[in-house]
C-alpha cells in the first residue's frame, strides 16, 4: 500500500497555541483528497496510536475548498515543558509520512 | 488602479508591516503602504509562539535594535499619514514591562526624530491575588485540554497576562491616542480595532484580522513585507504591500490553517468568527476578494495566560560515528542511561526523584514519538545530555558526573576503552531557568475594559499637547 507522503502533495506541523499540535494535509486535488478523506490511516484511532493522545480528543476538519485536509490534537507534553523536543511542533507530522494508506 | 480601491463604499484601510513589529518590512513596500492611504497602521509584538520562556522570564523574543528599526519606520509613516499606529503584545508576552520597554523605545525615537505624538498604553497584566476572587467565584473556566485552575497553581506563575479584546485599543483611539502600545493582546484585536470602532461589520474585520496576523505570510512572497487590508460592509480585500508579491485565494485561504486547530471556526474575545462559508476571489493577479464570513457574538471572556519556573538544565552535546557502536545504538544508550542513573544515586547521592535526565539521540530517534526504527543505523548520531534539576549548580553537577561516562562507555565490556566527539570544553552548557505554561484558562467578564489599565504619554518635549 502507498505511503501518505507518496500520495499527498505537502504536510506539514505546527504548534497552536502551546497545547495543541495541527497537522495540515494538502493533499493536492479532489481525487487525492477524497481518497485521504476516507482511509483509516488519518483516523482519530490511527493518530491517537502514533501519537499517544486519546482519539476522542482528536480534531478533524476537511478543507475541500483547498483540498487538505487537517488533525488538530492536544499535545501528549506542553509547548517547552519537561520532555518536549519540538517547541513549535513543526516536525510532529513526519511520523505520520510513512502511514499507509488503504 | 488596484483593485482594492474600486469603491466598495464605507472602507477602512489597515496597513500590516509585518508579522511581528522586529521582523522588518522592506522600505519600498512601507512605501507602497503609505501611498494607500491607509486608516491606521497595526502590527503585533508578541506571541507565546516562541514558548514559556519569554512570559516566564519576562524578556522580549526580538532585540530592542530590531524592535527600535521598525518601530522608528512605522512612527515616521504614522507621523506623515496622520493615522492611529497600534502595536499589540508589547515585548512579546506583553507583560506590563513589555509595554514599558516599548514605550522607551518610542520616546527614543520621538526625541531623535524630532516626533511628537500622544501615547496610550494599555496594560494587562494581572496578578495572582486579584484573580483569587474570580477564582472562587467560578468566573475562570478551563479551555481543552487543561482541567480547573487552583490558586496554587496561580501563585505558582512569575507572570499572569490577560489577551486584550480591541474594546480598550478602540477606546485609547476614541480618546485621542496617536499610538496604542498594549499589553498582551489577541493578534487579530491589534489589526480588526479601527475597522471595528468604525462600525465595520465583525465578519470580515474579524477575518481580515486572522488573515493578516502573521504579516505577509498569507502571500506568495512572505519575506517581502505585509499587506493592506481594505474592509468594507460586504468584505475584504487583501493585497500585499510589495508590488513584486501576490495574494492567491490559495494563499488567504490557506493561511486560515495556519497554526490554527480549528480553521474554520476562530475564537476571538466576545466572538466566534465562522469563515466556514466564505468566498475567495482573484480580483487581479495579486489582489483577493473574500466575502461571507460571520461572527457569531458569545460571552465575553479574556484568556489567561502564565508561565512559572520549571527547574534548570545543563546540557551536554556529544557525537558518535563508529559504525560498530551505531549499529546498536539502541542497546548502547539504554546501558548508558542505566550507568549514569546508577552513579547519579550512589556516587553524587542525588536521590532519583530529584532530577531529571533525558538522551536525547539526535540522528537516530530523537524526535519521533514511535519505538526504535529497525535498521540501518544511522551514519552520525548527536546526543543531547539533558539535565533538569532544582538549581543550575545541581544540574551542572550532574552533567558533569555524565560527562567522562558519555566520553568513553564501551558497547562491549571488554572492549579497549573507546572515545566519542565532544564539540565543546568545557562539555556543559547551562541553559539557566526553565519554564512553564501553567494556564490554559479563560476569565468571563461583564465588561471587556473591566482588566484593562490605561496610562498616557505625551512624547515631544516642545509640545506636550499638540497631538491630542
Same mark, same amino acid.
Given at each position: 500500500m502507498p505511503r501518505l507522503d507518496e500520495i499527498a502533495d505537502y504536510v506539514r506541523s505546527k504548534n497552536a497555541g502551546p497545547f495543541w499540535v495541527t497537522i495540515d494535509i494538502f493533499c493536492g486535488d479532489a481525487d487525492r483528497f477524497d481518497r485521504l478523506r476516507e482511509? @483509516?490511516?488519518?483516523?482519530p484511532e490511527a493518530i491517537g496510536a502514533i501519537y499517544g493522545?486519546?482519539?476522542?480528543?482528536v480534531l478533524r476538519f476537511d478543507a475541500p475548498l483547498i483540498n487538505v485536509i487537517k488533525i488538530s490534537f492536544p499535545r501528549?507534553?506542553?509547548?517547552?515543558? @519537561?520532555?518536549?523536543?519540538d517547541s513549535h511542533a513543526g516536525q510532529m507530522f513526519v511520523a505520520l509520512l510513512s502511514a499507509e494508506i488503504g | 488602479m488596484v483593485a482594492s480601491q474600486v469603491s466598495r463604499g464605507r472602507v477602512c484601510r489597515v496597513l500590516v508591516?509585518?508579522?511581528?513589529?522586529?521582523?522588518g518590512c522592506p522600505e519600498e513596500a512601507m512605501a507602497r503602504g503609505e501611498r494607500l492611504s491607509p486608516d491606521c497602521i497595526a502590527v503585533d509584538g508578541g506571541s507565546t509562539d516562541s514558548g514559556p520562556y519569554y512570559l516566564g522570564a519576562g524578556r522580549?523574543?526580538?532585540?530592542r535594535p530590531a524592535t527600535k528599526r521598525d518601530l522608528r519606520q512605522l512612527m515616521l509613516a504614522r507621523d506623515r499619514l496622520g493615522v492611529p499606529l497600534l502595536v499589540g503584545s508589547c515585548g512579546t508576552s506583553g507583560t506590563d514591562a513589555g509595554v514599558d520597554w516599548m514605550a522607551e523605545i518610542a520616546a527614543e525615537i520621538a526625541a531623535e526624530e524630532g516626533l511628537t505624538a500622544r501615547v496610550a498604553l494599555v496594560y494587562s497584566e494581572l496578578s495572582a491575588e486579584a484573580l483569587r476572587a474570580p477564582l472562587a467565584a467560578g468566573t475562570i473556566t478551563p479551555l481543552a485540554p487543561a482541567g480547573p485552575l487552583d490558586a496554587a497553581t496561580l501563585g505558582s506563575c512569575d507572570h499572569i497576562v490577560g489577551l486584550l479584546g480591541y474594546e480598550p485599543l478602540a477606546k485609547a483611539i476614541g480618546e485621542g491616542a496617536d499610538i496604542v502600545l498594549s499589553g498582551r493582546t489577541t493578534d487579530t484585536a491589534v489589526l480588526a480595532a479601527v475597522p471595528l470602532m468604525r462600525g465595520l461589520p465583525a465578519g470580515p474585520s474579524w477575518h481580515a484580522a486572522k488573515t493578516a496576523e502573521?504579516?505577509?505570510?498569507?502571500?506568495?512572497?512572505?519575506?517581502r513585507g505585509g499587506v493592506m487590508l481594505s474592509i468594507d460592509d460586504h468584505g475584504f480585500d487583501i493585497e500585499p504591500l510589495h508590488i513584486d508579491n501576490q495574494c492567491t485565494p490559495f494563499s488567504v485561504s490557506a493561511h486560515?490553517?495556519?497554526?490554527?486547530?480549528?480553521?474554520?471556526r476562530l475564537k476571538e474575545p466576545g466572538v466566534t468568527l465562522d469563515a466556514t462559508s466564505a468566498t475567495y476571489r482573484a480580483l487581479d493577479e495579486r489582489c483577493v476578494r473574500v466575502e461571507g464570513s460571520v461572527a457569531e457574538p458569545n460571552g465575553y471572556t479574556m484568556k489567561l495566560e502564565g508561565a512559572g519556573p520549571a527547574g534548570f538544565r545543563t546540557m551536554v552535546f556529544s557525537a558518535i560515528a563508529d559504525p560498530r557502536v551505531l549499529a546498536r545504538i539502541g542497546i548502547w544508550l539504554a546501558n548508558v542511561e542505566l550507568h549514569l542513573r546508577g552513579g547519579i544515586r550512589e556516587?553524587?547521592?542525588?536521590?532519583?526523584?530529584a532530577y531529571r535526565l533525558e538522551l536525547r539521540p539526535y540522528g537516530w530517534?530523537?524526535?519521533?514519538?514511535?519505538?526504535a526504527p529497525a535498521p540501518?543505523?544511522?551514519?552520525?548520531v548527536g546526543l543531547m545530555t539533558l539535565v533538569t534539576a532544582d538549581t543550575q549548580e545541581l544540574a551542572t553537577e550532574i552533567a558533569k558526573y555524565c560527562n567522562p561516562v558519555l566520553l568513553h562507555f564501551p558497547l562491549?565490556?571488554?572492549?579497549?576503552l573507546p572515545s566519542f566527539a565532544f564539540?565543546?570544553?568545557?562539555a556543559e552548557v547551562e541553559l539557566g531557568a526553565q519554564y512553564e505554561f501553567r494556564l490554559n484558562h479563560v476569565i468571563a467578564l461583564d465588561?471587556?475594559?473591566?482588566l484593562a489599565r490605561f496610562r498616557w504619554l505625551n512624547l515631544g518635549a516642545e509640545a506636550p499637547d499638540a497631538a491630542a
Open positions: 482511509t @483509516a490511516a488519518l483516523s493522545v486519546d482519539p476522542g480528543k501528549p507534553i506542553a509547548q517547552g515543558g @519537561a520532555g518536549d523536543v | 508591516p509585518s508579522g511581528v513589529l522586529g521582523s522580549s523574543k526580538m532585540t502573521c504579516g505577509g505570510l498569507c502571500t506568495t512572497h512572505s519575506r486560515l490553517l495556519y497554526e490554527n486547530a480549528d480553521p474554520f556516587v553524587l547521592g542525588v536521590a532519583d526523584d530517534n530523537a524526535l519521533d514519538p514511535r519505538p540501518p543505523p544511522p551514519l552520525e562491549d565490556p571488554n572492549d579497549p564539540p565543546f570544553s568545557p465588561d471587556p475594559l473591566t
